[in-house]
């Protein structure tokens, strides 16, 4: 996406934003696949905003979204960066068939991986926040959470679909999938459920050097099992470097949960299945691309998981 003389005409009429100049040098984080383009944009003012073209079709979406973090942001999750409203009061503006968003840019210092996964700190600011989205989550009104979103249906249908188009891969999955069976889905539906944000793992925050300046990518978030967040950064840091899932990191994360009391004990006690079961999501991920080197990978990281509980049990202080 380019901007022209008449493009700032048009986004200073729509959001009270005059853009100086455009800045293709500037870095925009987090997964470009959340929208069709998007631009940093230097404003007269010096503030840096970051303009996103959205798919028309993803607009109900995108504006839920929007909402949600507004209302965190009102809420005092100060690490939460919403979108500026248009002068109408949406949250996009949708002209001759583009549909564009405004956000501030927000800059950091990119975590070297896979050192990442073993800093303490990293871990104990993303259970910090984790705690903070909790207690900001109280106050969203119930017309933006949306329906619960079940772990178990979400499995039954990728099974489904593995079934119809890549059977070779059941045998493989099928010692998680006894696991889950035996002791998660017994217990699923009757375990707390919170507000999430939905893809929570570490290069969906931007970083100061010491610290978390934001968090980005919410397109996943609302209702779901109160440890949704919980188990994919556990797994994530584990996908980064095995040895990490006994480490530093995920140690100071699970301290700090445990400290604030964030998880139940009955969350607590199939948060090992939990990861489980969150990595088949990623699965499903690797197989609508068709990225058949990152299946064979998760494939092989759910056998270490499995292979290892023991020793990840004693690590994170899991009961059977």
């Known amino acids: ?13 729509l959001w009270g934003i005059r853009p ?7 870095s925009v ?9 998007r631009l940093v944009l230097e404003a007269e003012d010096d503030s840096l905003w970051v303009l996103e073209e959205i798919a028309p079709a993803t607009f109900p979406q995108k504006e839920r979204q929007a909402e949600i973090l507004h209302q965190l942001h009102r809420a005092a999750l100060g690490l939460v960066h919403p979108f500026l409203r248009v002068r109408n009061g949406s949250w996009a503006a949708c002209t001759n068939g583009h549909c564009r968003m405004l956000r501030p840019f927000v800059d950091g210092v990119s975590p070297v991986r896979p050192d990442y996964a073993f800093d303490a700190w990293r871990g104990e600011a993303m259970g910090t926040f984790l705690v903070t989205l909790r207690q900001s989550s109280h ?6 959470l ?12 990728l099974l ?9 891969l059941l045998p493989a999955l099928h010692p998680a999938l006894q696991r889950l069976d035996e002791h998660l889905f017994p217990v699923l ?29 919410w397109e996943f978030c609302g209702l779901k099992t109160e440890a949704y967040d919980a188990a994919l950064l556990m797994g994530c840091i584990g996908m980064e470097d095995p040895r990490a899932l006994t480490g530093p990191f995920i140690s100071s994360f699970i301290a700090g949960l445990r400290r604030e009391g964030l998880l139940s004990p009955a969350s607590r006690s199939v948060l090992f ?15 609508r691309g068709r990225d058949m080197e990152m299946v064979r990978l998760e494939l092989d990281y759910l056998d270490l998981l499995l292979a290892n509980e023991s020793l990840i049990r004693e690590a994170w202080e899991l009961t059977r």
């Open 29 to 37: 984080a987090g997964s470009p696949e959340r929208t069709l383009s």
């Open 160 to 168: 489904g679909r593995i079934r119809r188009h890549d059977p070779a």
């Open 1 to 13: 996406m380019t901007t022209h003389p008449t493009d700032h005409d048009l986004i200073a009429s």
């Open 273 to 287: 299945e939990l990861v489980l079961a969150v990595r088949l999501l990623w699965l499903s991920e690797w197989l």
């Open 20 to 26: 100086r100049r455009s800045c293709p040098d500037l």
């Open 189 to 217: 539906a009757n375990l707390p459920s919170a507000f999430c944000h939905g893809d929570f793992h570490p290069l969906n925050v931007i970083w100061s050097q010491e610290a978390v300046r934001s968090v980005i990518d």
């Open 146 to 157: 949306g329906p619960h979103f079940s772990l178990e249906i979400f499995i039954e249908d």
């Open 139 to 144: 106050s969203l009104s119930p017309e933006v």
